[in-house]
Nanobody, 119 residues
Framework: QVQLVESGGGLVQPGGSLTLSCAAS????????MAWHRQAPGNERELVAT???????NYADSVKGRFSISRDNAKNTVYLQMNSLKPEDTAVYYC?????????????WGQGTQVTVSS
């Protein structure tokens, strides 16, 4: 069984910063891509940022230049540094890992952490 535990969400004023963390534990196997998604009320879940096992990154246009994704492979952890936050960044943020174990490709999601940007 694999668990993803997210932390770092909260309330922040516009222009502020937050760093989200997501640590994977259990019988993981090998992790390929890691990603952050978000879902605002009434909206579909959207991809925010991805990072491959080799460290290549990709970002949604709405967060480019403000958000930075990184990973620590030794700790099976992915981070999302969020700067210059805007009210429209308010959402529940979910981490996702794509992994391989026993010849299978598996996706796992975190439980979500709330980020609220408001004055």
């Amino acid at each position: 069984q694999v668990q993803l535990v997210e932390s770092g969400g909260g309330l922040v004023q516009p222009g502020g910063s937050l760093t989200l963390s997501c640590a994977a534990s259990g019988s993981i196997g090998s992790i390929d891509a890691m990603a952050w998604h978000r879902q605002a009320p009434g909206n579909e879940r959207e991809l925010v940022a991805t990072i491959t096992s080799g460290g290549s990154t990709n970002y949604a246009d709405s967060v480019k230049g403000r958000f930075s994704i990184s990973r620590d492979n030794a700790k099976n952890t992915v981070y999302l540094q969020m700067n210059s936050l805007k009210p429209e960044d308010t959402a529940v943020y979910y981490c996702k890992i794509d992994r391989r174990r026993g010849g299978f490709r598996i996706h796992n999601w975190g439980q979500g952490t709330q980020v609220t940007v408001s004055s």
